[in-house]
């Protein structure tokens, strides 16, 4: 089974803080992707990747960086928190973008920026 | 824009019954659609695939169509548990995959 597993479960920072968020799949998938969610928006995508070290923004990159320096780890960094970045954030990752793979999901990290 | 709608928030049915849940797309032409379930406090869950040249997909108790020209998705859960009680979200592709905002279902006994 594929596993996809984001560091932290539940996470307080404080405003102003450079954040991390990790995330690690053990399936040799392609395609890693950060997501998050707010109740009545659903999923919105901040930043997807396809390949070590490349990065594609999604629709709500502002404020969110990514790095991929290994095939099985993606991680996403807010720059410096504010509390509008409050939300569940979900991992996922996926074979070969385009080819109608579903995405495998980790069980998120819901983040609170005080 | 593009825009992805799921009928409602949420959906109460009673046990036994067929529930019926609604994905509406605009300015966006998908070759494929995909549906998954989430329980509170986790990740979705893949649960079916369905591309623009099938109308229909079936498995299990789960049935999806697809109608392109009406843009329009329904995803059918017949004789319902409450263990199907979860939010049900649909995604479009290809490429980076775009989700609605989910329906919350609640099966009663």
């Known amino acids: 089974d594929v596993k996809v597993t984001q560091s932290s479960r539940y996470l307080v920072k404080r405003t102003g803080e450079k954040v991390f968020l990790e995330c690690v799949q053990d399936?040799?998938?392609?395609?890693m992707f950060w997501y998050r969610q707010d109740p009545g928006l659903g999923l919105r995508l901040i930043y997807f990747?396809?390949?070590?070290?490349?990065?594609e923004k999604g629709d709500i990159p502002e404020g969110y960086s990514v790095s991929r320096e290994k095939k099985e780890r993606f991680s996403l960094i807010l720059e410096s928190a504010s509390t509008n970045q409050t939300s569940m954030y979900l991992c996922?990752?996926?074979?070969?973008?385009?080819?109608?793979?579903?995405?495998?999901f980790g069980d998120g990290t819901r983040l609170s920026i005080l | 824009s593009q825009k992805i709608e799921q009928n409602s928030e949420a959906l109460n049915i009673q046990e036994g019954k067929t529930a019926t849940l609604t994905c509406n797309y605009t300015?966006?032409?998908?070759?494929?659609l995909q549906w998954y379930r989430q329980d509170p406090g986790r990740g979705p869950v893949f649960l079916l695939l369905?591309?623009?040249?099938?109308k229909e997909k079936r498995k299990e108790r789960l049935k999806v169509t697809f109608d392109t020209t009406l843009k329009q998705s329904l995803f059918h859960i017949t004789a319902s548990q409450p263990a199907d009680s979860a939010t049900y979200l649909c995604?479009?592709?290809?490429?980076?995959?775009?989700f609605g905002a989910g329906t919350r279902l609640t099966v009663k006994p």
């Open positions: 996922a990752s996926s074979f070969i973008l385009g080819n109608n793979q579903p995405q495998h």
């Open positions: 990747s396809y390949d070590v070290k490349m990065k």
């Open positions: 369905i591309r623009e040249n099938e």
């Open positions: 300015n966006y032409s998908p070759a494929y």
């Open positions: 995604a479009l592709g290809p490429g980076d995959m775009r």
């Open positions: 399936m040799d998938h392609e395609n």
